[in-house]
Structure formats: structure tokens, C-alpha cells
């Protein structure tokens, strides 16, 4: 064996050796190259979703006693985008609000983050324990929007 060809053999051999770690770090960058696509992927949904929830508005009611024989129903607005259009929707059998006395403020044109308007709410002896109550308004992300609101005394 001549000294040509132990350099040419041993040029084979490191580039063999170059060829499998190129191979393995074309591996490696191909794995990391997919999990940089799905970071950014799941960085856009994230954006999205905290973009349509800036637009978004949750309206909801609470009944609060206010003081021996007083309750107040006070609706709401505890979402990031304006309400627009609030409307109640008092079940026929409601026996807490009056409907004179919701037509007065309702359909409401527009509740802020952070505002609230409040009800005299009627409680009395027969008054049931439970009461449904729905909210629908209009925001930013879409129209119609409904919350199902149970009441309890």
C-alpha cells in the first residue's frame, strides 16, 4: 500500500464522515425548521383570537339586595368592546322585573367596558327562587349576541 493511496483512503473515510454529519444536521435543522412553523402558527391564533376578543363585549345581570326589602337587578358590561343595541328578554312567567319598568331603559344603545345600569327588581313571597333572564346585544365581533342569565334570590 502505497502513501497515494492511504491519503485517498483516508480522504474517503472524512468525507464519509462529513457526508453522515451534514445528513444528521440537515435532520436536526429540518425538525427545528418545524417547530419554528408551528410556533409562529400558533403565535398567529393567538393574536387572532385576542383580536377578535378585543371586539367583543359580555354583557351580564346580577340581582342584588340593596337593603332590607330593596333589590336591583344591575346589568353590565364586563368585556374589553362597547355593547351596542342591549336588549332584555324577560320570560313570560318573570316575576322579579316588570316590563314598564324594563321599557324605560331597554333597548339600550350602547354600554361601555365597566358601565352598568341598574333595575328595581321586585321580590316578594311568591316570587320564584329562580328566574331565567336574556340579554342580547350587538358588538364590534357580530350581531345578535345572547347571554342566559339565571337569577336566583
Do not use: C
Amino acid at each position: 500500500m502505497e502513501v497515494s493511496e492511504f491519503v485517498a483512503g483516508l480522504a474517503f473515510f472524512i468525507s464519509l464522515l462529513a457526508y453522515i454529519e451534514t445528513k444528521r444536521a440537515n435532520r436536526s435543522q429540518s425538525r427545528l425548521t418545524d417547530r419554528e412553523v408551528e410556533l409562529v402558527r400558533i403565535q398567529i391564533q393567538t393574536a387572532q383570537n385576542e383580536a377578535k376578543r378585543e371586539k367583543t363585549a359580555a354583557v351580564s345581570a346580577r340581582l342584588n339586595k340593596v337593603d332590607k326589602s330593596s333589590w336591583k337587578l344591575r346589568v353590565f358590561n364586563t368585556g374589553p368592546a362597547p355593547a351596542l343595541n342591549i336588549r332584555l328578554v324577560l320570560d313570560e312567567q318573570n316575576s322579579i322585573i316588570q316590563e314598564n319598568s324594563a321599557s324605560r331603559k331597554f333597548p339600550m344603545s350602547k354600554l361601555e367596558k365597566g358601565q352598568s345600569v341598574e333595575l328595581a327588581a321586585f321580590v316578594h313571597m311568591q316570587s320564584n327562587p329562580k328566574e331565567w333572564l336574556r340579554i342580547r346585544w350587538d358588538d364590534p365581533s357580530g350581531k345578535d349576541r345572547e347571554n342566559r342569565i339565571e337569577i336566583t334570590i
